[in-house]
């Protein structure tokens, strides 16, 4: 395969928001880690990914729409996965959001499984729920059953962040490093092997904060000149990074 690199947005949602694809390819962004949040949106997804460019397709039920997964949900997702070069995402736990939470773990579980048996790549959300994660995800490091997993948008303390290092995960962070203080031990202490930058375009939040694709750019600056590291070399490992991801989905 061709070794490009460049800019790798890590998390994003392009079915929300064709334009953002658009801005984002004109401003050089090269890969795009593009994720479902429910079943309605899968087929958008996979059809963003077959319109060539380097998006890559994730699917999945997000924690917070956990409630809409209709019978058979199971074997859909399986059968699409099967057909289709594609990650699971994004998944997890939110204690903040209405959703049963037993539901979420449910089919946070049963979403981890498929993937550790498809051997694909895995997106995950959480939030207020790491103690529940932290031991679904060590008990598949313990049996060698955890799929490349990236913890997206990371906002969780010191002591999770190792823990979670620990069980072998990749921790992916928003432009939030660059504005709350809290988050910035964490991104220093993020191994560079381990660490991923995303905008998590095409949610209402980032909309608001006007996070487009075309804002990674300024996010990798940022994160290269704090870990004072020189651009190129950081954008290089930060796409290896990707690759392992990436690898396990594109056809070779
Ligand atoms: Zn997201």
Known sequence: MMSSTGYLD???????????????????VQRMFCNATREADWQAVIDLAA???EIIP???????????????????????LQQNPAGIGEIGLDRRCRANFSRQQQLFLTQLQIASELRRPV???????????LETLEQFAANKRLPPTMIHSYGGSIETLHRLLKAG???????????????????????????????DAGTQEAQTTGQEPAAII???????????????????????????????????
């Not at 039920?61 to 399986?78: D, S, V």
């Not at 997106?123 to 994660?133: E, N, P, Q, R």
């Not at 995960?169 to 993020?190: A, D, G, N």
């Open 169 to 199: 995960c990749f921790i992916s962070y928003t432009r939030r490093i660059m504005t709350e203080p809290k988050l910035q031990p964490c991104f220093l202490e993020t191994p560079l092997d381990r660490l991923l930058l995303e905008t």
């Open 10 to 28: 890590s998390h994003l949602h392009l079915q929300k928001n064709l334009d953002n694809l658009l801005e984002g390819a004109k401003m050089g």
């Open 51 to 53: 319109g060539g460019g």
């Open 123 to 133: 997106v995950i959300h959480c939030v207020k729920a790491w103690g529940a994660l």
């Open 58 to 80: 994730f699917l999945g039920i997000h924690p917070w729409f956990a409630e809409t997964a209709g019978p058979g949900w199971e074997q859909r997702l399986m059968s699409l």
């Open 218 to 252: 300024g996010l990798y600056a940022w994160a290269a000149a704090t870990r004072g590291i020189e651009q190129q070399e950081f954008n290089q490992r930060i796409w290896s990074n990707g690759e392992i991801f990436a690898d396990t989905i594109l056809p070779r």
